[in-house]
């Protein structure tokens, strides 16, 4: 989590000065603190990558395995009050559920949502293996709920063979 670097602002400032870009992934805690978010921007922060892998609180408190959610949502609402682009990454797992996750990036409205159906963290060898079909068949299900009411949030599917997402290419 680069936001609990003590030197975090520097950084931040330091990539502003190199590039006309900064973005960070984030599970968005530090965040959602409304001056910890302006001094951030402040020093050049334009975009958030937050790792939603949920669609409410238990969902996705579970499987971060901490009480995040709220946290994340807040930094969401302040990053959106404040102009910064806004994605998604969503990590997904079996208990995946496609409806209620469309429902919520159709509240967030982000420009852009990941799906990714594989985790390449040493914690992956203790998780179930992923159904590539049942996954690819929700995902589209959610692509489908997400198009419907926001056409314009770019959609990336990445780690599933694209066999298994025909007619979604």
Same mark, same amino acid.
């Given at each position: 989590e680069p936001t609990i670097h003590p030197n975090w602002f520097d950084l931040v400032e330091y990539a502003n000065n190199i590039f006309d870009h900064v973005s960070v992934v984030t +599970?968005?805690?530090k965040l959602s603190d409304d001056d910890f978010m302006v001094y951030s921007i402040e020093k050049g922060l334009k975009e958030i990558l937050f790792s939603l892998h949920g669609w409410d609180e238990e969902s @996705?408190? /579970?499987k971060v395995g901490n009480k995040s959610f709220s946290k994340i949502m807040k930094a969401i609402e302040l990053a959106k009050r404040y102009k910064l682009i806004v994605r998604i990454n969503c990590v997904l797992d079996n208990t995946f559920n496609p409806s209620q996750y469309s429902r919520i990036i159709n509240q !967030?409205? &982000?420009s852009q949502i990941n799906f990714l159906p594989l985790n390449y963290w040493s914690d992956a060898k203790h998780l179930a293996k992923l159904d590539y079909t049942r996954?690819? /068949? @929700? !995902?589209k299900i959610c692509i489908d709920g997400i198009k419907l009411? +926001? &056409? +314009?949030i770019d959609i990336n599917v990445r780690? !599933? &063979?694209?066999c298994f997402m025909e007619g979604y290419e």
């Open positions: +599970n968005g805690t @996705h408190n /579970e !967030i409205k &982000p996954a690819s /068949e @929700h !995902i009411r +926001n &056409p +314009n780690y !599933i &063979p694209l």
